[in-house]
């Protein structure tokens, strides 16, 4: 009980933190919404090649939402946490009687707030803006992106152990996750049979990307959730927090 | 108990490095231990080890009957620990960084009585960013005794600091312990030692080469007291009553005495100067400051 006080206490503080650097606000939420307009704006009414049928929009929304919470999940939760840990922040936490698991719970759930509304607006721009329709299985969809939000958190989470400092963060996790969002054809579809789309298979984002956008879209059987694409998405997950409980730094590099 | 911190036999190694290699001292509740010593000696790593960061390699260590590496949240309850180098989430208010950290803590102090207490009251409201380093530093120090701790760490708390503002800090330290509260600190400044330190550590390269009190540490108190003076003819130093040296300045001499008695020689040279008519300039008796005695015993520690 005293836990799940301190855990809300923690989202309130780090959204607070969050929101008052406005930079990473306007960043962090504003980047997909952008693209969302410009993209779909530039390529309305076409056709997806590869996925006939489906309208060019109905597939941009869930990929600006796969872009949009990788950036907020991934991207901004390993700088931020490379900064914080760098400047000693991290280790002032560990010098307190608060549980490490909820200091990052407290992280993650910021991130957490912060993907459910960058999904309400890149949503609702969609059917306001491109006249997509509503989520085809609504509660799937909900499912899907929390899944993949906890799995890029975590992944947020490991990579800080491969980032040497904080002047290193931006270019280290931009040089990570850029190029996987390009070959998980997020921006651009990409073609089935290339190497670069293999590759990307390798990798959570073109799974959690496509289960968007056949729970958002109906496309596939059922209730758009195929065990394939999701237990890439898991394992990546648990991979990660295995590697964040064990190596997690706290402190600086000397 | 009479002891807060007992530390014993403690060593760290690094691989095949060992930076502390047997250190043993106490500090009695309520009392300031200054734990002085060249930059890598190993005062850190000791600071370290006693804040619950790193391990020991060999040794005990009992803080308030806690083994800090054992003692985990309910160890982190009881200390308050000012790292060196650490900010402050920047876009956040004083006293919200304060609040967030009273929920931390099972009994924590008041959060009005901690800004009083660290003069930040007129700083509640100002973000982290906008504060000077010196009220940063200030804020780290409250936030430190938001759990009401009994015993706290200050590594370097006044560094870079303006002369006034490390004599208001002295007397935040001051004030902590008249509550009972028992402070290790770590600095470079030796007046720091002096004004605050019951009792003060010198470590060099991981050993302890003196301990005591500030007015002892290394026979301070029985070392010899250095007179000098300046006088403008050398001629009449044939007739001075006690050994001394002489150094030739610009258009005077600069005598001095390293004296055993110096009651005594006072004596004889006053009867002298009002002898024969001299009037020494620039007249200074001295004991060495803790200063002199630190480097004399790390310049020594160096050649071991």
Known sequence: ?254 | MDNAIVVSGLRKSYGDLEALKGIDFTVKTGEVLALLGPNGAGKTTTVEILEGYRKKSAGTVEILGEDPERGGSRYKERVGIVLQECSIDPFLRVVEVLRQRVTFYSRPLDVDEILELTGLVDKRNEKVKRLSGGLQRRLDLALALVGNPEVIFLDEPTTGFDPSARHESWDIIRTLCSQGRTVLLTTHYMDEAQNLADKVVIIAKGQIVAQGTPETLGGRDSAATQITFSISSTADLERCPVTHTVESRENMSLVTIESTSPVEDLSELTKWWLGSGISPGNLNVSQPSLEDMYLRITRDSEAL
């Not at chain 1, 073109?206 to 959730?225: D, E, K, M, R, V």
């Open chain 1, 1 to 254: 009980m005293r836990n799940a006080r301190l855990l809300a206490s923690q989202v309130r503080y780090e959204q607070k933190a969050f929101w008052r650097n406005p930079a990473a606000g306007i960043f962090t939420v504003g980047f997909p919404i952008m693209f969302l307009l410009i993209f779909g704006s530039t390529n309305h009414s076409t056709h997806v090649t590869g996925n006939p049928g489906v309208s060019y929009d109905q597939y941009l929304v869930p990929a600006m939402l796969a872009y949009g919470l990788m950036n907020s999940c991934f991207t901004a939760l390993a700088i931020a946490m490379t900064i914080r840990r760098e400047s000693g922040i991290l280790k002032r936490i560990k010098g307190t009687p608060l549980p490490p698991y909820i200091f990052l719970g407290g992280v993650i759930g910021n991130s957490v707030l912060i993907s459910i509304l960058t999904t309400v607006i890149v949503v609702t721009i969609g059917i306001a803006e491109f006249g997509v329709s509503m989520p085809t299985h609504p509660a799937a969809f909900v499912v899907v992106i929390l899944i993949g939000v906890v799995a890029f958190c975590t992944m947020g989470l490991a990579v800080t152990i491969f980032v040497p400092n904080a002047d290193s963060a931006p270019a280290i996790v931009n040089g990570i996750y850029l190029p996987i969002i390009f070959i998980s054809g997020v921006f651009f579809p990409i073609s089935n049979t290339s190497i670069l789309h293999k590759i990307g298979n390798v990798f959570p984002v073109n799974h959690f990307a496509q289960s968007l956008l056949a729970t958002f879209a109906g496309y596939g059987p059922g209730f758009g959730i195929t065990f394939r694409e999701f237990s890439v998405v898991i394992i990546w997950s648990i991979v990660s927090l295995w590697i964040a409980i064990r190596r997690f730094r706290w402190e600086p590099r000397k």
